[in-house]
């Protein structure tokens, strides 16, 4: 499993897959960023404006008339007839309502007229046998009757007076009530009924179309006026009524009125929804009225004004344009950007140091960057032209282009990654840009060189107040290129060059707070550590620092002794000053966890370790890397300072306990692997610096008589020692930057063991040494051990636990 684990991080960190993977993403997130902008070159006219040069079509294309499009679709839209709808169904309702509301009541005569007499009571026998308590008499059939009343209402729908149904009762609710009730309904309703015969009415020169309910069938209608309102519905009940009731008795002729013009309700509804429906798909039916330009035909003219027909040509002409160049257009787009990034990552990044140390995560940040300046730069030319054309004053779409903080991209990389490979990247984005504006020289001409100034001012960045010094720098660099290349271009004009220096201005501050805004972003993301982090760092009121000073005095004291030399050395050589000097800082936190075990904390004179067996010695040596490490994670130090704390040992050996196991146990019966230091090996110059510092300075506690050239040659032998075990094999320091590096260091140690002026007499009378005061001088047992440590081993360093 830790196997598996372990390659699986060592392809996502070196793996040429996922770094091929990066560049065809990014080219491909390009392709899809840019792609309107891909197609073809943008003639770009408002309505009035003076054309600058003769147009004409490059091949026959098709032109859409709007008007007689829209036209055709009004008339498709005026011939759909108004839909209403003619439910057949409510007849037979109506007709089951009045049957069953007249069945219930006729159920109870009917019942009343079957049920058999009571015998008399003087019948033959009727006084025989025994006497039997007769049933209570049963309700009155008028009674029952008018029991019904509520539910017969219900059932036909209507309410119905006392009155009318007394007449009813007295007529027993004879079938032939209903009968004609439902006869006038239906010679009514199949004539048709309508809520609103006005509407109807308005659409007497067209028809209608009316649609069946029951049988979905369709028909169009154009006599309107056949169809009756509600109000002459009811009209005709008396007129349809007067053969059919002549000879009934008024009052039960009233009521048969009464309750057919109660119960008809219209039969004919308009669909309003339908109608809308039909009309929206009969316009959307009509195609597109076009016709042909031809090859060569002239679109437009030089000096002419742009009127609204021309504007219709050519808008057909570019998407009719783009449309059969896409594919093409797009693929060919997305071979150039791949071809651009390939001979940039060959020509400036592949052998680079500081992108061979993570190649892929490098190529990630930039691929990143990249992306990320790429959308914000799409943006801003999408809201430029908007923005251009609703100001209140006459501002150019390229004035606005000189506000788009491109230079911002540059500033960023340079923070990260150093100017050298800010460079490139400044090429690269500031031709994407120019390919985005229409491949104008002009624009990748402004962009490149205020990014390569912007980047240049950047790297020497410690405060992260100076990037937006930087940004205005870049502000002003603007106002310069912009006047060079508005003269170029010959548009001296007064507005039109004030708006320009504006926008200018604006963009190269815009540049600075854009770096200083996303620089934490990616320090978080990618576990970047820059300059101006590393200043943070270099702040001795650090927490990590100050437990360092309390608890491990001797060590904290070692750590700024080799922050000082590393300092100093790195400025020698070219290196990172302040980068050596954090490292250095850190590099020993590690000691925090058992820190009596290293000799610089000990102020009594004894040693911890004489009472260890030599392998147990080594282990709480070589665990104060680990422990390093788990500090530095702990408190967020960044991964340069993780990486220069697991190398500031590299693999070398504890000499002083192998060799002591050596004697106690033989040789053959002791591991070296087991007295060295885990690494790697320092794999930069700042890790060498450091590596080397710490053991100089170590060793150079042990000179009894610093003298300049006793020191010397301390400085030449260590350093010796280091480079002839192979632990700088890996790091970048070349034999010349160690003449420097040992120059460097004996002139720091000479400056710190440099001879001190005998005090007068009167120290010794109080008791005190004649070099000055008794603290300044070692204790004798501490002398004892030292020099009983020559005795054994002459040829390894005596101070335990910094090897």
């Given amino acids: 499993m830790g196997k598996n684990k372990h390659a699986f991080n060592d ?61 055709s679709r009004n008339r498709a839209v005026e ?70 009343k509520t539910e017969f209402e219900e059932k036909i729908g209507i309410s119905v007076s006392k009155e009318d149904y007394r007449i009813l009762e007295n007529n027993r609710f004879s079938e032939e009530i209903p009968a004609l009730i439902i006869q006038i309904i239906t010679a009514i309703l199949d004539n048709g009924v309508v809520a609103n015969k006005q509407i109807l009415l308005a659409e007497s020169d067209r028809g209608i179309t009316l649609r069946d309910l029951s049988t979905k069938t369709e028909t169009t209608v154009f006599n309107l006026k056949q169809f009756y309102s509600l109000d002459q519905s009811k009209s005709m009940v008396r007129i349809i009524g007067q053969p059919l009731l002549k000879e009934m008795h008024y009052t039960l002729l009233n009521l048969i009125v009464d309750f057919s013009q109660r119960l008809i309700q219209p039969n004919i509804t308009l669909n309003q929804s339908a109608t809308e429906e039909r009309k929206k798909k009969a316009g959307e039916a009509i195609l597109p009225i076009l016709y042909k330009i031809k090859a060569g035909e002239m679109l437009m003219r030089e000096g002419e004004r ?33 071809c651009l990034l390939l001979i940039a990552y060959f020509s400036f990044l592949h052998n680079h140091p500081r992108i061979a140390r993570n190649y892929n995560k490098s190529i990630l940040f930039l691929s990143s960057v990249l992306i990320i300046f790429l959308v914000i730069i799409k943006v801003s030319a999408i809201l430029s032209q908007p923005l251009a054309l609703s100001a209140s004053y006459a501002v150019s779409v390229a004035s606005m282009t000189g506000a788009i903080p491109v230079a911002a991209g540059a500033m960023t990389v340079c923070l990260f990654m150093g100017f050298q490979i800010a460079v490139p990247f ?16 002009e624009i990748f001409l402004y962009f490149c060189l205020s990014s390569l100034m912007g980047a240049f001012w950047t790297q020497t960045c410690r405060e992260r107040k100076s990037l937006i010094k930087a940004g205005v720098k870049v502000g002003f660099l603007n106002l310069v290129l912009t006047s060079v290349i508005t003269l170029y271009m010959g548009e001296v004009v007064g507005l039109n060059l004030l708006w320009n220096w504006s926008f200018a201005m604006l963009g190269g501050i815009s540049a600075g707070v854009v770096t200083l805004g996303i620089t934490p972003l990616f320090e978080m993301a990618f576990r970047y550590t820059t300059d101006i982090s590393l200043l943070e760092l270099a702040n001795l009121d650090r927490p990590i620092l100050k437990r360092l000073m309390l608890e491990a005095p001797g060590t904290y004291h070692h750590s700024i002794l080799v922050g000082t030399m590393v300092e100093a050395a790195a400025s020698e050589i070219g290196a990172n000053p302040l980068l050596a000097k954090v490292c250095a800082y850190y590099h020993d936190i590690g000691k925090l966890k058992n820190p009596l075990y290293f000799i610089e904390n000990q102020s009594n004179g004894k040693n911890r370790h004489d009472k260890l067996a030599p392998s147990m010695s080594g282990l709480i040596l070589i665990s104060h890397v680990k422990n390093g490490i788990e500090l530095a994670k702990k408190n967020k130090l960044g991964e340069v300072i993780i990486d220069t704390i697991s190398q500031h040992h590299g693999t070398s050996l504890i000499s002083y306990f192998y060799e002591k196991a050596k004697q106690l146990k033989g040789e053959e019966n002791v591991n070296i692997e087991n007295y060295r ?28 008589n610093p003298t300049p050239s006793r020191i010397r040659g301390l400085v030449q032998n260590m350093i010796n020692k280091i480079f002839s075990d192979g632990q700088l094999d890996e790091c970048e320091l070349t034999l010349k930057d160690l003449h420097k590096i040992a120059r460097s260091y004996y002139a720091m140690l000479s400056g710190i063991y440099h001879h001190r002026i005998e005090y007068a007499d009167t120290t010794r009378d109080n008791g005190k040494g004649k070099n000055g005061h008794s603290d300044q001088r070692q204790t004798k047992s501490v002398q004892d051990s030292a020099e009983k440590n020559r005795g054994d081993d002459s040829g390894h360093l005596k101070r335990l636990g910094l090897s």
Avoid: C
Avoid at 102 to 123: C, H, M, N, S, Y
Avoid at 306 to 312: D, E, R, S
Avoid at 426 to 441: C, E, G, H, P
């Fill in 306 to 338: 742009v009127n609204q027909i021309q504007l219709l040509k050519l808008k057909n002409l570019q998407a009719q344009t783009n449309d059969d160049q896409a594919i093409a257009n797009g693929l060919g787009a997305a071979l150039v950007v791949l």
């Fill in 79 to 148: 011939n759909v007839l108004t839909v209403y709808d003619h439910n057949t169904a409510l007849l037979v309702q109506l007709t089951k309502k009045i049957q069953a509301a007249f069945g219930l009541v006729q159920q109870v005569i009917t019942a009343e007229a079957q049920a058999p007499l009571p015998p008399p009571l003087d019948a033959p026998g009727a006084d025989a046998g025994p006497i039997v308590e007769t049933p209570a008499p049963k309700a009155s059939l008028k009674d029952r009757i008018w029991q019904k």
């Fill in 11 to 71: 392809f996502i960190i070196s793996g040429n897959t996922v770094r091929w993977s990066i560049l065809v993403l990014v080219t491909v997130i390009f392709t899809i960023i840019f792609y309107p902008n891909l197609a073809t070159h943008q003639h770009i006219y408002q309505l009035g404006d003076v054309v600058e040069r003769d147009i004409k079509a490059p091949k026959d294309f098709l032109v859409e008339d709007d008007r007689a499009t829209e036209e």
């Fill in 677 to 704: 230091y885990p690494g790697p090996k320092p794999q930069t110059r700042e890790a060498g610096l450091v590596m080397l510092a710490d053991v100089v300075e170590a060793a150079s506690r042990t000179l009894e």
């Fill in 426 to 441: 400044a090429f690269i984005l500031s031709a994407l840009t120019a390919v985005l504006f229409q491949n104008q020289f």
